[in-house]
Nanobody, 114 residues
Framework: VQVVESGGGLVEAGGSLRLSCAASGFTSNYYAMGWYRQAPGKQRELVASISIGTATTYADSVKGRFTISKDNAKKTMSLQMNSLKPEDTAVYYC?????????WGQGTQVTVSS
């Protein structure tokens, strides 16, 4: 299974970015996906996730600002990030769950300047 993120970059506070994740190498349509982030010196944390169906979960810190979506057929996921804050600066990772297996991407850097 391969997981590839894209879309990170540098943005000013209040700006927007859209992250994308593409998964491949498996045939099942029953999988979940999620975005996690890790800032320097901090533990990796959940940002948002979307279930096998369409149920979504968001960290309190991003509710109302971030929106997660998934295309099951294409095995892709996006994270629309609006009203970005400096504290959103981190490496963002995509995680795919297929059955009992977890797969991570390499991460994409998001930097929000104040």
């Amino acid at each position: 299974v391969q997981v590839v993120e894209s879309g990170g970059g540098l943005v000013e506070a209040g700006g927007s970015l859209r992250l994308s994740c593409a998964a491949s190498g498996f045939t099942s349509n029953y999988y979940a996906m999620g975005w996690y982030r890790q800032a320097p010196g901090k533990q990796r944390e959940l940002v948002a996730s979307i279930s096998i169906g369409t149920a979504t979960t968001y960290a309190d810190s991003v509710k109302g600002r971030f929106t997660i979506s998934k295309d099951n057929a294409k095995k892709t996921m996006s994270l629309q990030m609006n009203s970005l804050k400096p504290e959103d600066t981190a490496v963002y990772y995509c995680r795919v769950v297929v059955g009992w297996e977890f797969y991570w991407g390499q991460g994409t850097q998001v930097t929000v300047s104040s």
